[in-house]
């Protein structure tokens, strides 16, 4: 079982749609959450950390924690054609510096 | 602030050759992180610096290597290069890797390619 697991996708939706991207881990111990967008070619941008259960927005992005479920997933409102990337999701321990990463799912929005 | 910096940008080498990778963190940062990123496996993580030590390390064969300066700066070979170790080399910065809240910023990576 990986350690951080996403869907690879493609995922497509149409512009101006909801994307819900969603992200499991199995380390229970696993306390800060993050977000990356990958544009091809380029390297992984933070885009949303995530500590508490619940939901954390910042503009158009949502981040949600689930630690009993052990789940994570991204909602980005309002997708436009730009947020068309593979995003990352990682997880780390506390007091533990290792970040392990997913495999990334790739979102495709259609304009 | 300046972001995280990596050099080469892109670099070509032949199987056998041996290279070496630098990575200057963002200004305050003390935590450095190496990961290696190939279509097949994703992000692989390969070391992790902090003051001058190792204090993780990744899956990787000893032909990986790595180390971090006073100033933070941090520096990765690879010895006796294999077609396999072409990949994207990303490095990544923290304030001290450890905390609840330490976010890991990454590099523009060094694009790697063996013949």
């Known amino acids: 079982q990986k350690e951080v697991e996403q869907n690879s996708g493609p995922l497509s939706v149409p512009e101006g749609a909801i994307a819900s991207l969603n992200c499991t881990y199995s380390d229970r111990v696993s306390q800060s959450f993050f977000w990356y967008r990958q544009y091809s070619g380029k390297s992984p941008e933070l885009i949303m950390s995530?500590?508490?259960?619940g939901d954390k927005e910042d503009g158009r992005f949502t981040a949600q924690l689930n630690k009993a479920s052990q789940y994570v997933s991204l909602l980005i409102r309002d997708s436009q054609p730009s947020d068309s990337a593979t995003y990352l999701c990682a997880a780390k321990r506390r007091g533990y510096q290792k970040v392990t990463f997913g495999t990334g799912t790739k979102l495709q929005v259609i304009p | 602030k300046a972001g995280v910096t990596q050099t080469p940008r892109y670099l070509i080498k032949t199987r056998g050759q041996q290279v070496t990778l630098s990575c200057s963190p963002i200004?305050?940062?003390?935590?450095v992180s190496w990961y290696q990123q190939t279509p097949g496996q994703g992000l692989q993580f390969l070391f992790e610096?902090?003051?001058?030590?190792?204090?993780n390390k990744g899956n990787f064969p000893g032909r990986f290597s790595g180390r971090q300066f006073s100033n933070s700066r941090s520096e990765m070979n690879v010895s006796t290069l294999e077609l396999g170790d072409s990949a994207l080399y990303l490095c990544a910065s923290s304030s001290s890797g450890t905390g609840t809240g330490d976010e890991q910023y990454f590099g523009p990576g060094t694009r790697l390619t063996v013949t």
């Open positions: 610096y902090f003051s001058e030590t190792q204090r």
């Open positions: 200004s305050g940062h003390r935590s």
């Open positions: 995530i500590y508490s259960n």
